[in-house]
């Protein structure tokens, strides 16, 4: 199951790649750990100049509740099963991380580059 943090998250306007990633993360969760997803940003709050997350091509998930070394399996797990479609999959481990970081979490979003997609259209 997929959970937002609280009310704050705000996901009209989230484009539908984000939720395909969100679906894997949700699956890969569950399959690892037994638990849900749990999503701390998504088109709300202040992020880095030239972030994805206005557009809706971005999103943070929750991982402290997760010891380092599920971190490590879920990151590593997510990564495998994103990037190869195009999706950046990146640990921001804390404030620090990046000028907007506030807390440790897994940033996902849609850039793909060398012409990697998914979806194709006719």
Known sequence: ???LKDLSIKYDGLQPE?????????????DLFKMN???????EGHHNPGSLH??????????????SVERQSFFTSLRAELEPLGFQVIWEDGPGATAAT???HIHIEWDPHDGKHFWHFL
Do not use: H
Request: proline residues 2%.
């Open 102 to 104: 506030t807390g440790a």
């Open 1 to 3: 199951m997929i959970l």
């Open 37 to 43: 997803t749990v999503i701390t940003s998504l088109l």
């Open 18 to 30: 984000m939720y395909f990633a969100l679906g894997v993360a949700s699956a890969l969760r569950q």
């Open 54 to 67: 206005p557009k809706g091509y971005a999103a943070d998930l929750r991982t402290l509740d997760l010891t």
